[in-house]
């Protein structure tokens, strides 16, 4: 069978790794236990500190934020990231804002509210005290920003202003007009520059983390690319953060960057990482639809949209392909309004989603045709313009209209909006324990790329939020917890696993330049991303997922055998290469992501399996509204773990219970 | 505009694309005949159809840079028809759609160039000189964990607003290869002059403007003449007063600096 060629190397290399998930929660009140780990924490003397040297993968909120930290306090850092500048990370794109548990609103906000808020947010699928610790340092994170310049919303007074959000009664997002994630990314990358040029960090842009170099069970180092010249290198360390975000690309479309993989998080786990809730995926109801198969990516619109705009699509079918305006009134069918009459138009994310997805499925969807299907519905301005007048909504929306109009060619105030789901975030990860490290020791995992706070489903303002807390304030705080335990500097690049690591990745690019077959990357990247979005999307069936898993292993084995990467060499600069490494990792990990969604039988955040719904019946007996993920907490309260078998069909399951002693375990509910 | 049939109108394009082996090549134009082109692409959708094509026949892609394709990130680039990042006013490259375009037209491709952004291949450049102005002093020295508290200095909105409009640069370099000097100086200029007109920025203002300004001499970009083509370039409106306004601090830092 034709597959990647270092398959059973990897595994193997896995062997003494400890496959347990001790969350190593510290004992005591939940709301104490941060301080008192801290207390308790080990404390590297200064003038050992810079014996240590860590590598941190990834320079978006979470690695930026840390490499800057750590180098303050003195270890060397040696920092990596694919784009030409720390400065470019996806977290550059992130628009709404970032929550903190300031209560500078005075609206009855507290640490132990936004807490609350998570974990019931999170579909009761995350852990409470990972999650209480999130909120405690949120606070910290505002001021260290505004320190560093970050330019946020103001009000008139001088004070910081705030918005709010989904999923909470408070309002207690910070913002920078629409772009908060550049503005704290900015702060960020700055801090970092500081400590480049006077500090100990050492960083290495356009270079791509190829593996994980695992010594004696520890993570040790880690081989790289250099995008720029092809050049493959070894970097030995103490130990290893990765920050490399999420994997939302798996789906081919979505609203992530076109850089943004799984590679560094998928080599890792090959490696021995546990794999944590791959199915958790966020879609989100307002993005810009597809116009045509040469798509290549998917831009959000915001949700703000939705509280003045009315969402339709035509009651006939053969109504699709009119004009809007030619489509009487009567014609019209607002159906999220006639199937949830309460909510109407603002219908939570998951169910709208769904709601869409459905009508077009019907053939009732509006806009271009793409692979057979019209994937749009319409959200209709005319109404609130009629009611409020142009200028109010220009005032209102106008960035937004503007936005959408550069991509369209359409304008709102003309013809309604057109608008469909897409994947957004990912709440799965690699595994993590309280420290933020893996089950692989030395291995820490930071921001989108570790599972840790969100459970089954993220709020809005809370990825911005975890990525800096992970980055400023815990891992330069754990991270000592097993830097203490080792000997700096005890392993170098000329350990024969470095040897064997570097092999590996030598012939595996070797092997994708040599095969020259028929097909493009990007074409095997849209087959498994739409097979993804078909079957492991808005909503999972059983059918599906096992349809999904019969089909992936065959795209593999014609990747293997049938990618054609243009020759131009290993040693330069080829994006092809670059693309068609990590969408080798986004079939595999495809499959492990299906596999996740056919064991959970259940529903829960962003994890829709349609056999697990409340119906008619539950909603009478008031267990549910119909159509409401319906979770199972007595077989799933739990986090899944996958460890790699070297058979990426046959991953093995590892599970880490989840208690709750502080919310109890409720239908998510919002009414 | 998609024709409310749903069917994209095409377009039958001639490129006239850079081609440059390495930063050490000559390079030279290509022509490549590009029909069917949907004008609901964007401009760099255009190039992955064009990729797709020449991956197709057995030749190399065309290399350029690009990530977030929403406007953000800065990595995007490009030099079309004369013009960094194209006919459309602010907007990026990668916001660029091919209904800018008539059918039937030529387009020139060329990357960003300067002496300070080395081109890699073909249309991507290396514009690391960028970071290392930031490095000479973008920044406030304030340690993690270190922060007051955020409201205790409260912030004239005006003030703060006024910030974020310098803030909003993303780095891209468009005013660069805007610039006949390829002069940096619109780039110095709003990050020095965020930071600078923030009471946070106060403490190392006179270190930052000279840092920053000396940082960009010596990255080998060339001098500003007033002649502004750069904030005609750029995706994000950057105004022109905030050149002044760092000439004004650079004068009386250097000034500072020498009665030291
Ligand atoms: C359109 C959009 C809007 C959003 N809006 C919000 C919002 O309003 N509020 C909110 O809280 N969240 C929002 N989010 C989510 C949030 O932006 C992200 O979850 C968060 O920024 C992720 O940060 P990160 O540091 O973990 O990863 P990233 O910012 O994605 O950084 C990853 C880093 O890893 C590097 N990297 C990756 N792989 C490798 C490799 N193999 N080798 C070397 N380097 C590598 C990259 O170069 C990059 O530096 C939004 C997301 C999207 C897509
Ligand atoms: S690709 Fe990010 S700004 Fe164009």
Redesign the interface.
């Known amino acids: 069978m034709a597959t990647e060629p270092d398959q059973m190397a990897a595994h193997s290399a896995s062997q003494e790794i400890p496959m347990t998930m001790n969350s190593a929660i510290p004992e005591g009140p939940m709301a104490e236990k941060w301080t008192r780990h801290k207390m308790a924490s080990k404390l590297i003397n200064p003038k050992n500190k810079r014996k240590y040297k860590v590598i941190v993968v990834g320079s978006g909120l979470a690695g930026g934020s840390a490499a800057a930290s750590l180098s303050e306090l003195g270890y060397q850092v040696e920092c990596f990231c694919y784009q030409d500048s720390p400065r470019r990370a996806h977290s550059i794109a992130a628009q709404g804002g970032i929550n903190a548990a300031k209560n500078y609103q005075n609206d009855g906000d507290s640490v132990h509210r936004l807490f609350y808020d998570t974990v019931k947010g999170g579909d009761f699928r995350s852990r409470e005290a990972n999650v209480h610790r999130l909120a405690e340092v949120s606070v910290d994170i505002i001021d260290q920003c505004v320190a560093q310049g970050v330019p946020f919303a103001r009000e008139y007074g001088g004070l910081l202003a705030n918005r709010s959000f989904g999923g909470a009664q408070v309002s207690r997002t910070f913002y920078a007009r629409g772009q908060t994630g550049q503005q704290l990314l900015l702060g960020a990358y700055s801090a970092l520059c500081k400590e480049i040029e006077h500090g100990n960090v050492t960083m290495h842009p356009r270079t791509e983390m190829l593996d994980l170099v695992v010594v004696d069970g520890q993570a040790k180092g880690i081989i790289c690319r250099n995008l720029k010249t092809g050049a493959i290198t070894r970097h030995a360390a103490d130990a290893v953060c990765l920050a490399t975000g999420g994997y939302g690309n798996v789906f081919f479309l979505s609203t992530n960057a076109m850089g943004c993989n799984v590679m560094a998080a998928f080599r890792a786990h090959r490696r021995g990482a546990l794999f944590s809730n791959p199915c958790y995926t966020q879609i989100h109801p307002t993005c810009i639809p597809r116009s045509g198969d040469y798509q290549s990516k998917l831009t959000l619109m915001s949700e703000s949209l939705r509280n003045d705009g009315r969402v339709w699509v035509p009651k006939n079918k053969e109504d699709s392909q009119k004009a809007p305006g030619d489509i009487p009134e009567e014609d019209r069918d607002y159906y999220l309004e006639r199937k949830y009459p309460s909510f109407g138009n603002l219908a939570p994310r998951d169910i709208s989603s769904r709601a869409a997805k459905e009508v077009c499925d019907e053939g009732r969807g509006v806009g271009p045709e793409v692979g057979g299907v019209r994937q749009g519905v319409y959200l209709d301005f005319a109404e609130a313009i009629n009611q409020f007048g142009q200028a109010t909504i220009e005032e209102r929306y106008g960035n937004l209209f503007e936005m959408y109009q550069r991509i369209t060619g359409e304008s709102p105030y003309e013809l309604p909006m057109r608008i469909y789901p897409a994947v957004h975030y990912t709440m799965g990860g690699l595994w993590v324990d309280y420290n933020l490290m893996s089950n692989l020791p030395g291995l820490h995992v930071l921001g989108e790329a570790n599972f840790s706070d969100h459970g089954a489903n993220r709020l809005g303002a809370s990825a911005l939020m975890q990525g800096l807390a992970d980055g400023y304030f815990v891992a330069p705080a754990t991270l000592p917890n097993y830097l203490a335990t080792q000997k700096p500097g005890s392993v170098t690049t000329d350990h024969a696993a470095f040897e064997e690591a570097e092999k590996a990745v030598t012939e595996r690019l070797e092997k994708l330049l040599s095969i020259q077959g028929d097909r493009s990357v990007d074409s095997f990247h849209r087959e498994v991303g739409l097979l993804c979005w078909d079957n492991c999307g808005m909503e999972r069936t059983k059918e599906g997922l096992e349809d999904a898993l019969a089909k992936i292993p065959k795209i593999r084995e014609e990747f293997w055998s049938n990618v054609r990467v243009p020759k131009s060499g290993v040693s330069s600069f080829n994006p092809e290469l670059e693309k068609a490494g990590r969408v080798a990792d986004f079939i595999d990990f495809a499959e492990l992501m299906c596999i996740d969604a056919l064991h959970r039988e259940e529903s829960c955040g962003g994890h829709f399996r349609a056999e697990h719904q409340y119906t008619e019946e539950d909603q009478k007996d008031g267990l549910g509204e119909v159509g409401e993920a319906k979770r199972n907490d007595e077989n799933f309260a739990y986090v899944a773990g996958w460890e790699h078998t070297g058979d990426p069909s046959h991953p093995r399951l590892h599970k880490e219970n989840l208690e709750f002693e502080e919310v109890k375990l409720a239908v998510r509910s919002y009414k | ?2 024709s ?5 109108n095409l377009l039958h394009l001639t490129l006239k694309i850079w081609r440059q082996d ?1 930063p050490d090549d000559k390079g030279h134009f290509v022509d490549i005949d590009a029909p069917g082109i ?5 401009f ?2 255009m190039l ?2 064009i990729n ?1 094509r020449l ?2 026949e ?4 065309v ?1 350029f ?6 406007g ?4 995007c680039s490009l030099v079309i028809n004369g013009v960094a990042h194209g006919p ?1 006013k602010a ?1 990026t490259t990668c ?1 660029l ?1 091919m ?1 800018s375009f008539k059918d039937g037209d030529t387009i020139h491709i060329e990357p960003f160039r300067a002496k300070a952004f080395p081109v ?2 073909d249309l ?1 450049v ?3 000189a ?2 290392s102005i ?3 002093g ?14 205790n ?5 005006p003030v ?2 006024a ?2 409009d310098a ?2 640069c ?2 891209c370099g468009a005013c660069v290869a805007a610039c006949k000097n390829a002069s940096a100086m619109l780039f110095v200029a709003a990050k020095a002059g ?2 600078n007109s ?1 009471p ?2 106060q403490a190392e203002r006179t270190a930052r403007s000279l840092g920053m300004v000396q940082a960009m001499d010596k990255a080998g970009f060339g001098n500003c003449t007033n002649q502004y083509e750069c904030e005609a370039a750029c995706p994000k409106e950057i105004d022109r007063s905030w050149i002044t306004r760092l000439n004004r601090s650079y004068t009386a830092a250097f000034a500072r600096k020498s009665l030291l």
Do not use: W
């Open positions: 505009m998609v409310i049939k749903g069917q994209p390495g949907p004008t609901s692409a964007s760099l959708e992955d159809i797709e991956i197709g057995g030749k190399d892609p290399a840079d690009h990530d977030c394709r929403e953000i990130c800065g990595m459309e907007t916001q759609h209904r890699i291949k991507a290396d514009r690391s960028f970071d930031i490095r000479g973008g920044y406030i020295s304030v340690r993690t964990g270190a922060a007051p508290e955020a409201n200095t409260p912030i004239p909105k703060a607003d910030a974020f803030a909003a993303i780095g965020q930071l923030l946070q920025g």
